[in-house]
Every structure is written in C-alpha cells, then in structure tokens.
C-alpha cells in the first residue's frame, strides 16, 4: 500500500521559500499514470488545489499560484517536492500531499500533513 | 470564497438520507469529471466518489454521487454517527487548474 510522508520547516519567515518534501513509500514514484500532488489547507479552512507533477516531470499549477511554486521530482530517491516563493502569512496551513492515479484530482493516497506557519 | 460553492452545514439524523450540492459552471463542472472527500476530524481527507459516480473499494454503497449540468450531488443513505465530517467536491477548471469546493460540514444529530 502505497504511503507518503511530507517533511520540512515547521515555521518559515515572509518573503523567504517554503521548502517541503515528500517520501514516497510501497510503491514506486516512476508508475505510469501516476500523478503527485500538493494540497493546503489554511487553519479553519478548505483545502486548496496547488498543484501536482508526473513521474517524468510535466507540471501542472494552480493558475493564481503559478508564479510562486515549484514542484519537482526525483525519481532516484523516490520523493518529489513542493517549493513557494515568497511566502506571505497567508500561506500558512496545513500542507498535504497526495498521489493521483489518472486523473490529476483522483486523490488515493495522501500523506498525514504537516504545518507550516509563516511569521516573523 | 470558492468557484465551487457547497452549503457550509448540513445535518440528518441517524438513518436519514442526506444529500450535499456542489455548484459551479460550464467551465468545470459541466465539463469535467467531479471527485468528492470525505475528512474526519484531524485527519487527511479521504477519496470518497471518484469520476462523478464511481466508489473506491472499501467506501460503503451508503455513498453515491451524481451530476447534472453544472451541479454535482453527493447523497448519503443509513446515516450513521461516523459520517460526522468535513466534505469537500474537486473538479478541474478550464483555466487548467484543479478546484475544491469550499466544504460542508455535516452533523449527525
């Protein structure tokens, strides 16, 4: 069964990049048809779709989002990473991730999440 | 405030039929398949329906979803207590990009 795990700074001061990473485990990240994604959820609030990479490294973004994220993955550690730049207090929330199997949005597995609060 | 709306609440008590609106417009709903979560408290959201209709294994039959036009419905039948949670509709937007809905929390009385 396949298991994801994010890991990364708990706190992240404005202007400066949130970092995070997440472990892909009980599977491999370089399956066909797999897509791996980044959702948020600021605290007391929905989640937010943004954004999701391929095995091979196509991208795709939330449009409002597009200018300040990167989603990359690494094939050989079995991982793939999620970097926003620069961060605002708004970007404060819980930060999921997420394997997609066929379609972008079709969410199976998803990581435990972790919190990252921006303030100074 | 979300491109998909849903009802902030909805409530039922045990047994009962509830049903839970997503609205949005030609742009995503209409066009796209639509995907629903289910999120207990503390915990990460769940893939609840998937492509519209369509149940993973291991979600009760209890879940089913539907979509006409530009609104999607999850209904739930035989509500139980555990159904207490946070749901959440997704669909991609033409603007290529993925959307949630902004959430209802359902209460069994």
């Known amino acids: 069964q396949l298991q994801l795990q994010e890991s990364g700074p708990g706190l992240v001061k404005p202007s400066e990049t949130l970092s995070l990473t997440c472990a892909v485990s009980?599977?491999?990240?370089?399956?066909?048809?797999?897509?791996w994604g980044w959702i948020r959820q600021p605290p007391g609030k929905g989640l937010e779709w943004i954004g999701s990479?391929?095995?091979?490294?196509?991208?795709y973004y939330k449009t409002s989002l597009k200018s300040r994220v990167t989603i990359s993955v690494d094939t050989s550690k079995e991982r793939f990473s999620l970097n926003v730049n620069p961060v605002t207090a708004s970007d404060t929330g819980v930060y999921y991730c997420?394997?997609?199997?066929?379609?972008?949005?079709?969410?199976?597995?998803w990581g435990q999440g972790t919190l990252v609060t921006v303030s100074s | 405030q979300s491109v998909l709306t849903q009802p902030p609440s909805a409530s039922g008590t045990p047994g009962q039929r509830v049903t839970i609106s997503c609205s949005g417009s030609s742009s995503n709903i209409e066009n796209n398949y639509v995907f629903w979560y289910q999120q207990l408290p503390g915990t990460a959201p769940k893939l609840l329906i998937y492509r519209n209709n369509q149940r993973p294994s291991g979600v009760p039959d209890r879940f089913s979803g539907s979509k006409s036009g530009t609104t999607a419905s999850l209904s739930i039948t035989g509500l139980r207590s555990e159904d207490e949670a946070d749901y959440y509709c997704?669909?991609?937007?033409?603007?290529?990009?993925?959307?949630f809905g902004g959430g209802t929390k359902l209460t069994v009385l």
């Open positions: 009980g599977g491999s990240i370089s399956t066909n048809s797999h897509y």
């Open positions: 990479v391929s095995y091979s490294g196509k991208t």
């Open positions: 997420a394997s997609a199997v066929d379609h972008l949005l079709q969410l199976h597995s």
């Open positions: 997704a669909t991609w937007d033409n603007s290529l990009s993925g959307l």
